[in-house]
């Protein structure tokens, strides 16, 4: 039995791609395509939008009546109605925006309590991966290491750093025991910019079609390590995330992780 799914941003970047991506797969129906009231394609099929065969969806504004699980990877204006609605409605809930203030966050995390959700900053299977090693790697190389996270997307890109780039930091300082409020060191500048022991370096490039890169430097006197990703459409992010809401629906109330979709 197929699971009703609901796209929010529907006829952006990504949800026009989640749109492509789903109706290829037998186990997810589509029953809503939700985007602003002001879009200029309002009303229009979500397949048309996404420039494939129509799927019998509109583009609206409003939520359907019904629905098992919701994709969202829209912009941070709109995360509390989509939570209040997922909660209100008992839909499972996919949350891909990245961006999102603290009071949002803590909006997803008590949504939780009510519904399964995931929230992921990246649903892609590869960065996952990374997400899991670049600690393990910090702690394997030691306090002498310096550790610069150097992050690199489109020139349509809103918000900086990355929310990838921030889990990566956060997996890197769980690991190793760093606080990382007190890590953090975004960019510099000055003629006083001396790198400080222990801090973690973040650099943000916005620049032409970058779909998404992500490299943690692990360097000390003598040689250095590198891990990387990149991402070479949106397809992968869209994919894991299609891949977590067939994985999600009818889910236990809780907070998930793409890790556990995965098993990783």
């Excluded at 997922?86 to 009071?103: H, I, P, Y």
């Amino acid at each position: 039995m197929s699971a009703k799914l609901v796209i929010v941003g529907a006829a952006g970047r990504m949800g026009q791609r989640l749109v492509t991506l789903a109706s290829e797969i037998d186990g997810l129906q589509l029953v809503g395509a939700v985007d602003r009231a002001d879009h200029p394609q309002m009303g229009q099929d979500a397949g048309t939008v996404a420039r494939i065969d129509a799927q019998g969806v509109a583009l609206t504004p409003d939520f359907p009546q019904e629905a098992d699980v919701l994709i969202d990877f829209s912009l941070p204006e709109g995360a509390t109605r989509t939570i209040d609605y997922c909660k209100s409605n008992k839909v499972a809930l996919v949350m891909g925006t990245t961006g999102l203030n603290d009071a949002q966050k803590a909006e997803v995390t008590a949504a939780a309590d009510v519904v399964p959700v995931i929230y992921g900053t990246n649903m892609g299977v590869g960065m996952n991966v990374l997400f899991a090693i670049v600690g393990k790697v910090a702690a394997m190389l030691g306090q002498d290491y310096d550790i610069e996270i150097i992050e690199q997307h489109h020139r349509f890109k809103k918000d900086a750093p990355s929310g990838s780039a921030l889990s990566l930091a956060e997996s890197i300082c769980e690991e190793i025991g760093k606080d990382l409020n007190d890590s953090l060191v975004h960019g510099r500048e000055g003629k006083d910019a001396l790198r400080q022991p222990g801090e973690i370096g973040m650099h943000a490039v916005r620049a032409g079609d970058i779909v998404g890169k992500h490299q943690v430097i692990y360097s000390t006197l003598g040689e250095t390590v590198t891990v990387s990703h990149t991402a070479h459409s949106r397809d992968v992010f869209v994919r894991g995330a299609l891949l977590g809401a067939q994985w999600l629906a009818g889910k236990e109330p809780g907070m998930y992780t793409m890790r556990e979709v995965l098993g990783i």
